[in-house]
């Protein structure tokens, strides 16, 4: 299987929330990645993150614990934004307002 249907493959297991066919997906994503690593080294699967950010939103799990899938990194938390403010947003705010966006 190519890299893009091991993609399509871990597409298919989220959808039907099948864990065993995500992580093998995933497994083999990561494989063949690391098989074309002489031609263009791939450093981080943003794609499989992404992979794993919407299993996660549908009941999934990530155990595998590879370099190219930082998934313990995938902040699920929103920022804490109190106390943060742009340096002129009086001004902005007046922009916005004049221009009726």
Not at 6 to 25: C, G, H, P, R, T
Not at 45 to 50: E, P, R
Request: charged content about 25%.
């Amino acid at each position: 299987m190519k890299i893009q249907d091991k993609l399509l493959l871990a597409m298919w297991s989220i959808a039907y929330q099948n864990q065993s066919v995500f992580d093998e997906a995933l497994k083999g994503r990561i494989k063949a990645l690391r098989r074309q690593g002489s031609h263009s080294a791939v450093i981080i699967d943003s794609w499989g993150l992404a992979l794993i950010k919407l299993a996660r939103q549908r009941g999934l799990t990530c155990n595998l614990n590879v370099m190219e899938l930082p998934w313990k990194l995938l902040d699920d938390e929103p920022a804490d934004k109190t106390g943060l403010s742009l340096p002129l947003e009086a001004e902005l705010q007046a922009i916005i307002q004049e221009k009726g966006l």
